[in-house]
């Protein structure tokens, strides 16, 4: 841990250099002027098998400082993929050029400290960055293999990939703030295709970890498998109304539409569902949504917003009501309401309010438990025409979903080419049952198992 002469301590040299860099920059601020840099630098790799060999191994390390200049409420930006000293200088020149020419906006301005204390966290692995090219290599062919193995019917694998990422990154600016923090994850992911008969299917399986020592391969070749073959014989079923389950991967979907639709800019825009309704009951009492980068257990936890500010645990909904909604500090000002300390942001990008890691707090029962209480549903594996077939403004919503039948608590037969229909604000008003067991998905979503009732299905 070093000391940095921000006031701040940074995880190690690397973060405490990079934090140096960008406290120098905002020092250059002129009067009347704000000055902010955000610089970053993360290496990745990412192996693809195909086939029992190496289809393509890539690995890189960039790095950049994406830099913001504020005067007379005109905002410029400008960014580079260097931390050359020369380059920096030439970047904070354009960046004030920008904002010469950059149309004024009353709300425009860097975030000020607001006193709120960082959480520390640091699950940086260096078994990450070590692990030889090798061992990724094999790791990616093993995965492949398995799933190879993992029934008849698997006739091959499309892509077994391995995936890692170690990042630094630090912000300061000219108002007093300054902060660095560091992050490493790896990944790997299959997909499997399997026949039989005139009928193909595909599965996807997946393991995430801070650490090598935390990917779990069987879960990810296991998955896949069972994905790909459970669906041959899948028909149509008939309309009718029943309950859907959503396992978390499948329930992550609409708890990122509902976190996406609770963010400052939609609200103040008017592009929200929710945008009048603080206060209001808007979900089953069990249901509590939090946006929490505090939490360490997701993998998008961290200390501080792309603003500098420090992160914290927001409260959307509890049990049912809706409490407030996520703000950056421009969104806050217009909004007259403090950061939610939700600025997300790249070094090539100015910040933006989002969600950064959405939970949905446990209920009670296991998946296989929930599925067991349902009389007549579908256990969705996947969904289709999620892009196209969602309006986050009204909050309609019409997709295309496979899965599995359920009949009197018991999986039946697998459907396909139906579709699912409702609106946003009646499934969170009609959810029958939040499952006890959460899962921290790659995207930094922890959700358990949903299950909602009286859903429209479509089929033939």
């Known amino acids: 841990m070093t000391a940095t002469d921000a006031g701040t301590v940074a995880p190690d040299d690397e973060c405490a250099d990079l934090l140096d860099l960008a406290a120098g ?46 005067r007379d409420h005109r905002q410029g930006f400008a960014w580079a993929g260097s931390l050359d000293p020369d380059v920096v200088a030439e970047t904070l020149a354009e960046a004030r050029d920008n904002a010469a020419f950059a149309q004024p906006d009353e709300w425009v301005g860097l975030a000020d400290p607001d006193g709120v204390a960082p959480v520390p966290f640091d699950a940086f692995d260096p078994a990450v960055a070590a692990l030889a090219p090798e061992r990724k290599v094999a790791l990616a062919l093993e995965l492949e293999a398995m799933v190879r193995g993992g029934d008849p019917r698997i006739t091959g694998v499309r892509v077994a990939t391995f995936s890692d990422s170690s990042s630094r990154a630090a912000v300061a600016s000219s108002t007093g703030i300054a902060g660095a923090s560091r992050s490493a994850w790896c990944s790997m992911g299959v997909l ?25 391969l069987d879960e990810a070749a296991t998955d896949a498998v069972t994905r790909a073959v459970r669906l041959f ?12 389950v959503l396992e978390p991967r499948m329930a992550a979907a609409v708890v ?20 009048d309704r603080l206060g209001d009951t808007i979900a089953v009492p069990g249901l509590t949504l939090v946006d929490d980068p505090t939490d360490h257990r997701s993998f998008a936890a961290e200390t501080f917003d792309g603003e500098g500010l420090a992160c914290r645990r927001n409260v959307l909904v509890a049990d049912g009501v809706l409490q407030g909604f996520l703000y950056d500090s421009a969104t806050g000002r ?14 090539t990008s100015t910040p933006s309010v989002g969600c950064q890691a959405l939970a ?11 599925v067991g209480a349902v009389d007549l549903g579908v256990e969705v594996q996947s969904i289709t025409g999620w892009h196209s077939g969602v309006n986050a403004i009204s909050g309609d919503l019409s997709v295309g979903v496979e899965g599995v039948m359920i009949r009197d608590g018991q999986r039946a037969e697998p459907v396909r080419e139906v579709t699912i229909a409702s609106t946003l604000q009646k499934m969170l008003l009609g ?27 479509s089929g033939t």
Do not use: N
């Open 334 to 347: 217009r909004a007259g309401h403090p950061s939610t300390g939700s600025a997300v942001r790249g070094v």
């Open 192 to 216: 499997a295709l399997a026949a039989e008969g005139d009928e193909t299917y595909t599965g996807s399986g997946s393991t995430v970890g801070f650490g090598p020592d935390d990917l779990d």
């Open 431 to 457: 959810i029958d049952a939040i499952g006890g067991e959460v899962e921290w998905l790659p995207g930094g979503t922890g959700c358990p198992t949903l299950v909602f009732g009286d859903i429209s299905l």
């Open 360 to 370: 949905v707090t446990p209920g009670a029962g296991t998946h296989d438990e929930l």
């Open 256 to 275: 990122g539409l509902l976190g996406g639709t609770l963010t400052g800019d939609r609200v103040l825009k008017g592009r929200s569902p929710f945008a």
């Open 233 to 244: 014989g899948a028909r149509p079923v008939s309309s009718r109304r029943l309950s859907v």
């Open 25 to 70: 920059v905002a020092r250059q601020a002129v009067g009347g002027e704000q000055v902010e840099a955000f610089v970053g630098r993360s290496s990745y790799t990412t192996v693809k098998a195909h086939g029992g060999e190496v289809e393509s191994f890539s690995s890189a390390t960039t790095a950049g400082m994406g830099i913001r200049v504020v």
